[in-house]
């Protein structure tokens, strides 16, 4: 089955403990993307990857760092985490052909910092 | 500043009726819009598109309208149906380079639509 996997799905923490949250996909794509979802913002961009070793900043990538060292991997970094990190993120992936737009998401990761 | 906005926090719809979700953007770069749903404790997923060169795109009970001059686009559930109830986004995206960032999607903050039985 196609798909995007998240781990871990929830997760408490406390101030500067450092975690990663791992994303996986077995669709082959080339692009993949991190957002978090905070109420009343909807879903922002966090980092995105191109393809293997290309990463960007999206539009809230402050506290976090990403990697992309295989094609199926992109995990999400938090050295050190704190309480506004506190939120549901997404991980995404898509191929990357032209009008090839659409997301697979997977099912979220809800983090508590304390 | 948001590029692509939905107004419309909540909706409460009556099972059977239409449901009419809109969704504003700035940006006349874009042109390619999706709507997602996403239910509590999964992650959104994709219901239907449109490109910038139609003006509709009709899937099942599922139609999504676009206005290029007023830069609105509609998403149309015909009949509504209690397992529509969700959290809908709207995303756009330029499909060649804008920004560095090449088919980036940005999404609005959701709307919450509720059907009632």
Redesign the interface.
Known sequence: EAQ?TQNPRYLITVTGKKLTVTCSQNMNHE?M?W?RQDP??????IY?S?NVEVT?K?DVPEGYKVSRKEKRNFPLILESPSPNQTSLY?C?SRA?E??A????????SRLTVL | DQQVKQNSPSLSVQEGRISILNCDYTNSMFDYFLWYKKYPAEGPTFLISISSIKDKNEDGRFTVFLNKSAKHLSLHIVPSQPGDSAVYFCAASAKFNYGGSQGNLIFGKGTKLSVKP
């Open positions: 995007v692009y993307s957002y009343g913002l909807g879903l922002r961009q995105y191109m960007d999206g997404f995404a990357l032209v009008g737009n659409v997301l697979t998401f997977g099912a979220g």
